[in-house]
């Protein structure tokens, strides 16, 4: 099995073999999470704008999504388009966003990228994946999951969370940068549900990620994906 990568290889990148039955319990039971224990965040309402969910990406670089909502909910209200946030004042921005830390740089890049929507995208956050990542501070995950999430696209995203999952239950040993990791992003893409709503698989990857497959301590005994899982917490010590 092949598939190509999503991150601008012009090769194919072999990925394990999975069967159809692994991929077919894997997204079924993936998406069923999503109905069953999702998150209530903000930025998932269906009014959210792709400028919104941008915004949400870009907060969410290394940061806990219940430390982001408070701060996205009053960002999204007072600076809605882009135009809005760059023609803030920087320490208002600063003021805002000082919660999640690295304040200053957090306001740059929504400075930076608000500028390029304007210059190059008439104040239009594009739906294509290379116009995406043309943008400033926007790397593969925020530029797949803003293709997804805002333009409903069927394609796959990977970032830490999603190359941890994949790693435990086919197997697989990925680098830990998804930049350098072309055999995650294959497999990722070879996983997502060929018909319904991707945004839901999406989300409840993202979820399940987050609150069962967890980095130290995973929650094996509430875990669908078991009868699949090559790591199955056999090794407690890993994470």
Request: glycine share 8%.
């Amino acid at each position: 099995m092949t598939s190509r990568s999503p991150i601008g290889s012009s090769t194919s990148v072999p990925s394990a073999p999975v069967s159809r039955r692994q991929r077919g319990v894997f997204r079924t039971r993936i998406t069923r999470h999503y109905h069953e224990h999702r998150r209530d965040l903000p930025w998932r309402v269906p009014e959210t704008t792709p400028f919104g969910l941008l915004l949400a990406e870009m907060l969410l670089r290394q940061t806990r999504a219940e430390q982001v909502a408070p701060v996205w909910v009053a960002l999204v209200r007072d600076y809605p388009a882009p135009a809005d946030v760059r023609d803030a004042a920087p320490d208002a921005l600063f003021t805002l966003l000082a919660p999640l830390g690295l304040g200053h740089q957090r306001v740059a890049a929504l400075q930076a990228v608000a500028s390029t929507l304007i210059e190059r995208h008439g104040g239009q956050v594009p739906g294509s994946i290379p116009a995406l990542l043309r943008l400033p501070h926007v790397g593969p995950y925020a530029a797949h999951a803003v293709a997804c999430f805002g333009f409903g696209r069927r394609v796959p995203m990977v970032d830490a969370n999603v190359l941890r999952v994949l790693s435990r239950v086919f197997g697989e040993t990925y680098s830990p940068d998804n930049r350098r990791a072309p055999r995650a992003w294959a497999m990722a893409a070879d996983l997502l549900p060929r018909r319904g709503p991707v945004t839901e698989y999406g989300y409840g990857l993202l979820d399940f990620s987050a609150a069962v497959c967890k980095p130290r301590r995973p929650d094996c005994h509430a875990c669908a994906l078991t009868s699949i899982c090559a790591w199955n917490g056999q090794r407690p010590g890993q994470t």
